[in-house]
C-alpha cells in the first residue's frame, strides 16, 4: 500500500511539469521595408476601415451589409468556427477524471408469493495523468485550429465583400455602357432617317449611306452582349446576398453613375500585413497547431498513467484505487514515424505561411501598379473623351451648312463613341483596382465591432 501511494505522489509531483515538443514561437518573417510602388493620398487602408465606403454609394453599403449578414459561404465557415471551438472545449475536458455510474435494481419471487428485492450501484471513474504534457498539447493545437477557423471566416467574409464591390462597380459600368450605346444608336438613327431623304432626292451617295447604316448596326450589336453583361452580374449579386439571382433585378432598373472612389489611398509598410491579412493570420495559425501536434506525438512515445477507482454498492460497499500504467513497447516503432509525420507537416506549414507572406507582398504591389496605371489611363482617356466632343461638335455644325462631308461627321461621331465606352470602362478598372488594393491589404474584415 505504501508503494503504491508513494508511486501515486511521485505522479502526481511530475504532472504538467514535463512537457514533449518545441516551444511555439510565431515566426518572423520581415518583407521588404516599403512597397516598390507607391499611392497618393493619406488614407490608409486597414483591417478596421470600411474601405468600399470610399465610393460614397449607399447602395453598395447595403448590399453589403445584406451580404455579410446572408450569404451562404460565410455562414458555412461561421458553423465551422463553432465547430472548432467545440473541439477546443472538448479538448480542455481530456483534463478532467471521466467516469460512468450504473445502478439497477431487481424484483424476484417464487410461486408461494414470497417477493425479494435487490439493488446495487457501481460508480467507475478514471483521470489520466498529463506527465509529459500531452493533454496540454492538444489543448494548445485545438486552440490554434480555433484561431484558424475564425482567420478563415474572417478571410470568407473579405472575399465576399470584394466579390460584392467588383460586381456592383461591374453592373453599374454596364449600365453606363448601355445607355452610352442606347443614346449613340438613336442619334445615329436620327442621322440615318436624314441621310436616307438626302440620298432620294439625290444630295448624298450610296457609300455614305452605307457607311452610316454599318454603323448603325455596329452600335446595334454591342446591345446584346452588354445586356448579357449586366444580367450576369446582377444575378451574382443576388446570389451573393444569399438569395434568388433575379431579386436585385429592380434595383438596376434605373441607371446611375459608375461609382468613383472619393479616398486615395496610402498602403503602408508590407509588415502591417502581417497584422491586417486574415490568410497570413490563419496561416500562423496553423502553424502553431502543427507545431503543437509534435509534441502530442512525442507524448504518445512515453508511459502513459491513469488513476482508476470502483465502488459498488449491494448487499456490501466494495472499493478500489489504484494507479494504471501503459507502456507504448510494440508499436514504438510507428510512434515514431508519427512523430516524424508531424515535424514534416509543421515544416509544410511554415513554408505555407512563408508563401503565403510573400504572394500578399506581391499582391499589393501589383495592386499599387495598378490603381496608379488605371488612374493615369483615365485621366488620358477623359482629355481624349473631351476633344473627340469638341471634334464632334465643330463637324456637326460644319455639316449642317455644308462646310463638310457626311464621312467626317461619321467618322467624328465614331470616334465620340469609341471615347465615351473606353472612359467608362476605364472608370470601372479604376473602381475594381481599388478594390483589388484594398483586398490585398486585408482591410475591412473585422466587423466585429459593427
Not at 449613340?184 to 440615318?192: A, I, K, M, V, W
Not at 438626302?198 to 457607311?211: F, I, P, R, V
Request: hydrophobic share 40%.
Amino acid at each position: 500500500m505504501l508503494r503504491s501511494t508513494t508511486m501515486i505522489f511521485v505522479s502526481l509531483s511530475l504532472a504538467g511539469c514535463t512537457t514533449m515538443g518545441p516551444a511555439y514561437n510565431a515566426p518572423s518573417i520581415s518583407p521588404v521595408a516599403t512597397y516598390g510602388a507607391a499611392a497618393g493620398g493619406a488614407k490608409t487602408v486597414t483591417a478596421q476601415v470600411q474601405w468600399w465606403r470610399g465610393f460614397n454609394d449607399t447602395t453598395l453599403n447595403r448590399l453589403v451589409e445584406t451580404g455579410l449578414a446572408q450569404n451562404l459561404t460565410v455562414a458555412q465557415a461561421v458553423e465551422r468556427v463553432v465547430a472548432a471551438r467545440e473541439s477546443a472545449v472538448s479538448a480542455g475536458l481530456n483534463n478532467l477524471p471521466s467516469g460512468t455510474t450504473l445502478a439497477q435494481g431487481t424484483l424476484s419471487g417464487t410461486s408461494a408469493g414470497d417477493v425479494q428485492s435487490s439493488s446495487s450501484a457501481n460508480v467507475s471513474l478514471s483521470w489520466e495523468i498529463d506527465l509529459f504534457g500531452g493533454l496540454a498539447k492538444r489543448r494548445e493545437a485545438a486552440g490554434a485550429s480555433l484561431d484558424a477557423a475564425i482567420e478563415e471566416a474572417n478571410g470568407a467574409r473579405l472575399a465576399l465583400i470584394g466579390e460584392i464591390a467588383r460586381n456592383y462597380v461591374q453592373a453599374r459600368g454596364y449600365q453606363d455602357r448601355l445607355h452610352i450605346a442606347r443614346t449613340t444608336l438613336e442619334g445615329q438613327n436620327r442621322t440615318l432617317s436624314v441621310t436616307r431623304q438626302q440620298n432620294e432626292a439625290g444630295l448624298t451617295s450610296n457609300l455614305d449611306l452605307a457607311q452610316l447604316q454599318g454603323d448603325v448596326s455596329t452600335t446595334a450589336a454591342s446591345i446584346p452582349s452588354l445586356e448579357i453583361l449586366l444580367s450576369a452580374s446582377v444575378h451574382r449579386l443576388g446570389v451573393l446576398l444569399g438569395q434568388e439571382p433575379k431579386s436585385l433585378q429592380g434595383l438596376f432598373s434605373d441607371g446611375s453613375q459608375i461609382p468613383r472612389i472619393a479616398a486615395s489611398v496610402s498602403p503602408g509598410v508590407p509588415a502591417e500585413l502581417m497584422r491586417d491579412r486574415p490568410d497570413i493570420r490563419q496561416a500562423e495559425r496553423l502553424l502553431a497547431a502543427a507545431t503543437a501536434d509534435i509534441g502530442v506525438a512525442e507524448a504518445d512515445l512515453y508511459p502513459s498513467l491513469s488513476l482508476a477507482g470502483n465502488l459498488s454498492v449491494a448487499s456490501a460497499s466494495v472499493w478500489s484505487l489504484g494507479p494504471s500504467l501503459s507502456l507504448p513497447i510494440f508499436n514504438r516503432g510507428q510512434l515514431k514515424q508519427t512523430v516524424l509525420i508531424e515535424k514534416s507537416q509543421a515544416r509544410q506549414a511554415y513554408l505555407s505561411y512563408k508563401q503565403t507572406v510573400l504572394e500578399a507582398v506581391e499582391e499589393v504591389e501589383n495592386a499599387l501598379v495598378g490603381l496608379s496605371r488605371q488612374q493615369t489611363r483615365r485621366n488620358q482617356l477623359a482629355n481624349s473623351y473631351l476633344s473627340y466632343s469638341q471634334a464632334t461638335q465643330l463637324a456637326e455644325e460644319r455639316y449642317s451648312v455644308g462646310d463638310t462631308t457626311l464621312l467626317t461627321l461619321l467618322t467624328a461621331q465614331r470616334s465620340l463613341y469609341s471615347a465615351r465606352d473606353a472612359l467608362a470602362q476605364s472608370t470601372v478598372d479604376v473602381g475594381l483596382q481599388y478594390i483589388a488594393l484594398s483586398l490585398a491589404l486585408g482591410g475591412g474584415w473585422d466587423i466585429s465591432s459593427r
